[in-house]
């Protein structure tokens, strides 16, 4: 026997006994298989084996916390954009009104391009139908499907805008969407992000949309070159309605601002043999070049997992007045693990994490208001809107975000009273530092 056909087939003799030993030591692996099987040959409805398949491991999942989730092929690419901060489709996105059973606009998102905001949408407005087919009838994820569609294609949509009586047809083109992770208060005339607010002196102004893979990058540049044009006196990160991301992007950022120390500690399930938990400690490398510069952070009920690490980073630290309203309460930590060959992917839940001030702020299922959960602001900084005000600030904040050459950028001074209290607070910083200089600057010399 040649020496290459008797290498195959000892390879191919030691995988199987590799595999039969796996089924052997697990037997589930059999069932499993067997039920597959079973279901597909059997049924009296046939079903592939793929959608059989995806069926049975969302099943296992739903077993486990509400963050946990199977990724289908279908969905993959998809799903790492937008961790990726690249998206396809027309740029808003929606909830599902269970009640007028209408498809709201949450929010157009700022990216390039932004065809959803240039369509005339904004947060408030009602779909009542897509491409002819009325929304009322439709499950959510459904819908999200038909407004996705092909890169490319146009849609059209049957909107209600806020406060009109009539609804509109409107065309909206589908477009691969590059999601900025780190933008300002509004766009110049060239279309690049203004950093300052309007203020005397003028106050650096940042927003985190997502801790996506180079959002520590982005928010570096644009503090550098404000510090070197000598703008940047004091800073206001925004991270309102941040769902989160990478929790080494919110390492990497917090580093940015606070001395040496623990920045966040993860911790998952103990060895069921040696009881020993799995333990990683993120500390601060101590080097960052804005530790001193007065910093408020605004936060509400959506900033979520990465962007409560950011916040709590810096308040258990003392370096940031935290405002606005209590965050989300995301504690946990998600770990993708590729299947099917890399073609799906499973996110497990694998660990929590753990503030400096060794509090995690997970919001467990049926927590109550007065439970240990989320990120809270500052006593004084407390700043909650209701849902009102919260809608009308999105819609402001719209306004500026779509402004575009030769037209008017909405209000110049919007509604959004968290804002307006970190204003107060960093001019309030900026006055006490001044003062202090002026205390102890030597008295000029005196002639007799």
Known sequence: MPRFNFLVICTVSIVALLCYQRVEHNPYVRYFSEALDTIHDEALEKI????????????????LDEHTGFIVRANRERYQKELDQQLSGIGIEVHLDKDKKRLIVANTIVGNPHPAADAGLRSGDQILEIAGTPV??????????????????????????????????????RRDINVDAVIGDVRDDDGKWNYLLPTKPPIAYVRITE?????????????????????LNGLIIDVRGNPGGYLDGADRICDLFIKPGVIVTTRGRSDNITGQQDVEVHRSTGRGPYLNVPL??????????????????????????????????????????????GESLLKLTTAKWWRPSEVNVDRAKGAKETDVWGVHPDAEFKVPLTEEQETKRLQERQQRDAYRKGTAAGPREPFDPQLAKAVEYIEQRLKGEAAKKKDSTPAAPTTH
């Open 48 to 63: 592939d084996r793929q959608p059989l398949f995806n069926a049975a491991v969302r099943g296992m999942t739903s077993l």
């Open 136 to 173: 009322d009838s439709l499950p959510l994820d459904d819908a999200v499907k038909l407004i996705k569609g092909p890169t490319g294609q146009p849609v059209s949509l049957r909107v209600l805008h806020e406060g009109d009586k009539t609804p509109v047809d409107v065309s909206v083109l």
């Open 211 to 231: 801790f996506g893979g180079d959002a520590a990058a982005q928010i570096r540049e644009v503090l550098d070159g404000l510090n070197k044009r000598g703008e």
């Open 296 to 341: 408020a952070v605004l936060i509400n009920q959506d900033s979520a997992s990465a962007s409560e690490i950011f916040a709590a980073c810096l308040q258990d630290y003392h370096r940031a007045a935290i405002i606005g309203s209590r965050s989300y309460g995301k504690g946990s930590v998600q770990k993708m693990f590729p299947m099917e060959g």
